[in-house]
């Protein structure tokens, strides 16, 4: 079946870092692919998405580029904030059917 | 994109008891879903809420443990009945809308003692 693996965490980085978390898919047919985000204490929130090759979805200074050649959706952003330590979930979703996330990256900024 | 309201946002339920869980949409949507959220975990699905029919659920779970009305096309509730400790989760609501995207409540912590 469908499946998302997201990079291992937790990630620690300092303030005004450049972060990268990796997100590859394994999924037949043309998946839409989604970054979620989870603040803490709070439900998620939509952070960006792409529903085919080559677009990129960007939010918030974030950006994500859908790789159909390397089956991939990685998340990047340039300067990273304190307000940016979150869980994030990568996810893919086929028409009608449900949503299949990954395991989620905790990401923590210090300042 | 759809704002979604969930009631009640935290609470504390003591083992053996029952608690519905409110999630109001501000339009009308074809597709509500339930997740839960184990803590450290990522989401899970448990059913697709239908409007006017019995709900869709997901393997492993069953209407008897978690059932679920749809009653229009903005409004649904989630039961969690007979809570145990292994219950303790958020569970979240959330819609399609119809062009494809998921979008969630702020979810509903539950801790059972």
């Known amino acids: 079946g469908d499946s998302v693996t997201q990079m291992e965490g937790p990630v620690t980085l300092s303030e005004e870092a450049f972060l990268t978390i990796n997100c590859t898919y394994t999924a037949t047919g043309y998946p839409s692919l989604f970054w979620y985000v989870q603040y803490p204490g709070e439900g998620l929130q939509l952070l960006l998405k792409?529903?085919?090759?080559?677009d990129k979805g960007s939010n918030k200074g974030f950006e994500a580029t859908y790789r159909k050649e390397t089956t991939s959706f990685h998340l990047e952003k340039g300067s990273v904030q304190v307000s940016d330590s979150a869980v994030y979930f990568c996810?893919?979703?086929?028409?009608?059917?449900?949503?299949?996330f990954g395991q989620g990256t905790r990401l923590t900024i210090n300042p | 994109s759809a704002v979604i309201s969930q009631k009640p946002s935290r609470d504390i339920c003591q083992r053996g008891t029952s608690l519905t869980i409110q999630c109001q949409v501000d339009?009308?949507?074809?597709?509500m879903f339930w997740y839960r959220q184990q803590p450290g975990q990522s989401l899970t699905l448990i059913a697709t809420?239908?409007?006017?029919?019995?709900?869709?659920?997901e393997s492993g779970f069953v209407i008897d443990k978690f059932p679920i009305s749809r009653p229009n096309l903005t409004f649904s509730t989630l039961t969690v009945s007979n809570m145990s400790p292994e219950d303790s989760s958020i569970y979240l609501c959330?819609?399609?809308?119809?062009?494809?995207?998921?979008?969630f409540g702020e979810g509903s912590w539950l801790t059972v003692v």
């Open positions: 792409a529903t085919k090759a080559d």
């Open positions: 959330s819609v399609d809308d119809s062009g494809n995207t998921i979008y």
């Open positions: 809420a239908n409007q006017g029919s019995e709900a869709t659920y």
């Open positions: 996810a893919l979703k086929k028409g009608a059917q449900k949503l299949v």
């Open positions: 339009s009308q949507v074809t597709m």
